[in-house]
């Protein structure tokens, strides 16, 4: 989980307030009807730790949720939203999202 997120949303819990933080992870609400999704990040990503978005690439998958998972050995955090922290592999993001939205009909 993101450290920082966590304390703004939920302030700083403790036992007892466990229930907040699993109310906020998403891959235990995926569901059926959970929209498609498109999921990429890196592993070397210091703020956010990786593995969240492999536990939310599985959930998708036991529900059967059409989605795209990406996963990028270097890049950091925040290669998406600003183009001079982007490499040769992250610098595909956007055209790997569009041919994904055009395969699937968007």
């Known amino acids: 989980m993101h450290k920082r997120s966590r304390l703004g949303l939920l302030?700083?819990?403790k036992t007892g307030k466990m229930h907040l933080r699993d109310?906020?992870?998403?891959?235990?609400h995926v569901q059926a009807?959970?929209?498609?999704v498109f999921l990429l990040n890196c592993k070397d990503d210091p703020i956010v730790d990786y593995h969240n978005s492999v536990l939310l690439d599985s959930a998708l998958?036991?529900?059967?949720?059409?989605?795209?998972?990406?996963?990028?050995?270097?890049g950091?955090?925040?290669?998406?939203?600003?183009?001079?922290?982007?490499?040769?592999?992250?610098s595909q993001w956007q055209q790997l999202f569009i041919n994904w939205m055009k395969e699937n009909g968007y």
Not at 33 to 36: C, G, H, S
Not at 63 to 73: D, G, L, N, S, T
């Open 11 to 13: 302030g700083e819990w």
């Open 23 to 28: 109310s906020l992870s998403l891959e235990m």
């Open 33 to 36: 009807d959970t929209p498609p």
């Open 76 to 90: 950091g955090h925040g290669f998406g939203a600003d183009p001079d922290r982007q490499n040769a592999e992250t």
């Open 61 to 74: 998958t036991a529900a059967r949720v059409p989605h795209a998972y990406i996963q990028f050995a270097t």
